[in-house]
């Protein structure tokens, strides 16, 4: 377990979707949550990293994740085994300005349809976000967004969730540069003025007027 841990943590670290302590993992098994612990650094988790909770609140609470609330939710209102919380930093520049994340680059349309955001009074941790997390992660969503603060998807393990983690940060990415670029199409080239066609009539000479020539 450790190991899958470890393998993901150091990818989303690496990929920059985790700062040096921020985010967190988690696994169910049956009525236990493995998840790690608070300011973990998944980029290089070892042996008492992992804590193990139950579904319900109970012993270990504060060494836990403070996120453990989303997790526990996220858990008993889905199907989900697996959970990632990062902190991808295109995904949450976009969650400030938007209502909601549509990818427009074919993978992101193909791993997501979109990306809900999160907007909540109370501070993350918070039963509150547990809460709303929650109603916006029934399938067929996967991932959503904590305005200003970062990411939660899920998956039948930890890789399907970075799967979908890393994909949005991609569709974000591509968000963020056609904004920056003004959205605008590049201009069409200028076509070639025409050339003016020599006439075969002299300059200076008439045309003949022939309506003589049609009267009967």
Avoid: W
């Avoid at 209502?99 to 909540?120: H, L, T, Y």
């Avoid at 959205?183 to 075969?200: H, L, V």
């Amino acid at each position: 377990m450790l190991e899958e841990f470890k393998k993901i943590g150091r990818c989303l670290f690496q990929e920059g979707l985790v700062g040096s302590h921020g985010g967190n993992l988690s696994i169910r098994r049956g009525d236990r949550i493995f998840i790690t612990r608070r300011d973990a650094m998944l980029g290089e988790l070892k042996e008492g990293d992992i804590v193990e909770v139950g579904i319900e609140p109970g012993s270990n609470e504060e060494a836990a994740a403070e996120e453990i609330p989303s997790h526990r939710a996220i858990y008993r209102e889905t199907k989900a085994e697996a959970i990632i919380h990062a902190h991808p930093p295109n995904a949450i520049a976009v969650s400030i300005t938007d209502n909601k994340i549509i990818p427009q680059d074919s993978e992101g349309m193909r791993s997501f349809r979109s990306a809900a955001i999160v907007r909540a009074h109370q501070a993350v941790g918070s039963d509150e976000v547990a809460r709303l997390i929650t109603s916006f992660m029934q399938p067929p969503n996967v991932i959503a967004v904590v305005k200003a603060h970062g990411s939660f998807s899920t998956g039948k393990n930890l890789e399907e969730a970075y799967r979908y983690t890393s994909a949005l940060e991609d569709s974000c990415r591509v968000l963020v540069a056609i904004r920056a670029s003004g959205g605008q199409r590049p201009p069409a080239p200028r076509e070639k003025p025409r050339e003016m066609r020599r006439s075969a009539i002299p300059p200076g000479i008439g045309v003949m007027d022939r309506s003589r020539y049609n009267k009967r």
